[in-house]
């Protein structure tokens, strides 16, 4: 079979639209900056959008160096990450982790933006997957997102209107697989790299949220749910854990090493 890596996404803030890449550096913790910098509420819990829709008009880019994050009729938010700030004891999900502090002016610009009060804070510690053995940052449970471009078409073939990929948010997405090849591998070599899948992604609120208007529907879940319920869930990719790091690019092709 020959399968080629077609989509590389990277997510800098948590709950913030996704940055389209041609290369990215695969590290343990999944595309570089992954989730690095998330919204709190006061009391650290996170936001994303499935409280917060309007969290999808956020279009965030980082170098590594400075954060920029635009948003559709407020002024362009650039920042430059604090190592010194306050270290908050923060919660994604039921798991515990800790965040750097970013600041009154970052707090103010996002809570002006989204309408609540919430703080922005920087990843900083260690934080283990669940399962799989892995590291993540802020990502809600796993450091990478596999989808096939097959699955996708598969479904919008079901719609009454298609949806665009970003709607599932996915890291990594691969034409070649076939619909829901993704459910059938272990193990995959993108490159030089070579990542584990090793949980179906149970999908949520997010997936019925234009990702350029921040409007909820009802698609696609309630299609999903008509034939993709397992486990008490509506399952739609794979997630996954790196098991060798390195460059990946857009157009490298792909190649199964071991299926369920």
Avoid at 71 to 98: I, N, S, W, Y
Avoid at 161 to 173: E, Q
């Amino acid at each position: 079979m020959t399968a080629t890596l077609t989509e590389l996404n990277v997510y800098p803030l948590k709950g913030g639209r996704g940055t389209a890449l041609r290369t990215a550096e695969l590290t343990p913790r999944g595309l570089r900056h992954d989730r690095e910098f998330m919204l709190v509420t006061p009391d650290g819990r996170f936001l994303s959008q499935r409280e917060l829709a309007a969290m999808a008009l956020l279009r965030p880019s980082y170098d590594g160096d400075v954060l920029a994050v635009g948003a559709l009729g407020a002024e362009p938010f650039v920042h430059k990450p604090v190592d010194d700030g306050e270290v908050l004891d923060v919660m994604v999900h039921r798991t515990e982790c800790q965040g750097v502090d970013q600041g009154d002016e970052a707090a103010a610009w996002f809570g002006a933006f989204l309408g609540v009060d919430c703080r922005l804070v920087r990843f900083t510690g260690h934080r283990a997957t669940s399962r799989g053995d892995g590291e993540i940052m802020f990502a809600d449970a796993y450091p990478l997102l596999l989808l096939s471009a097959e699955s996708l078409a598969d479904l919008n073939g079901r719609l009454d209107a298609p949806l665009p990929m970003n709607r599932f948010r996915p890291s990594v997405v691969v034409e070649g697989l076939g619909p829901y090849g993704e459910d059938a591998v272990r193990t995959l070599r993108i490159g030089e790299t070579v990542i584990e899948a090793v949980k179906p992604c149970a999908r949520c609120l997010v997936t019925t949220t234009d990702q350029d208007t921040g409007e909820r529907g009802r698609e696609p879940l309630r299609t999903l749910a008509s034939y993709r319920t397992r486990d008490r869930g509506i399952q739609f990719g794979m997630n996954c854990v790196p098991r060798t790091t390195g460059t990946i690019a857009v157009g490298d092709p792909v190649e199964i090493l071991e299926t369920l």
